[in-house]
């Protein structure tokens, strides 16, 4: 979905470790998929065994099926800072009841892997 995705895989782990070391940076990551926009598809929140991510699809150019709960996910994205106080935000936070996560990818491509 999207673009085609390229370059290094970089754990999400070490991305949630010290995301300030990845600021602003394209990065290529896997993930489970934990939650998904049930209006649109335009966001969804992934997690590995040691971080979590939520994931907007860029300026809403692509979207991913609202049934991708539970697959695991590789995604390319700039990484970027969660604003908890924005639409999809408040609503990932709500389908979770918990907190948003506090990375932010804005993601270019979205492989569903299984």
Do not use: Y
Not at 44 to 67: L, Y
Not at 74 to 92: G, Y
């Amino acid at each position: 979905l999207g673009d085609p995705i390229t370059g290094p895989l970089v754990a999400l782990s070490a991305i949630a470790k010290d995301p300030a070391a990845f600021a602003n940076k394209t990065v290529v990551t896997t993930g489970t998929v934990t939650a998904v926009c049930q209006a649109m598809g335009c966001w969804m929140e992934i997690q590995d065994d040691r971080g979590e991510a939520h994931v907007k699809m860029h300026g809403h150019s692509f979207f991913v099926p609202k049934t991708a709960s539970g697959h695991k996910a590789r995604v390319q994205a700039i990484v970027e800072k969660t604003d908890p106080d924005e639409e999809c935000s408040q609503e990932a936070s709500k389908q979770l009841a918990k907190p948003v996560a506090k990375i932010q990818l804005d993601a270019t491509g979205v492989e569903l892997l299984d």
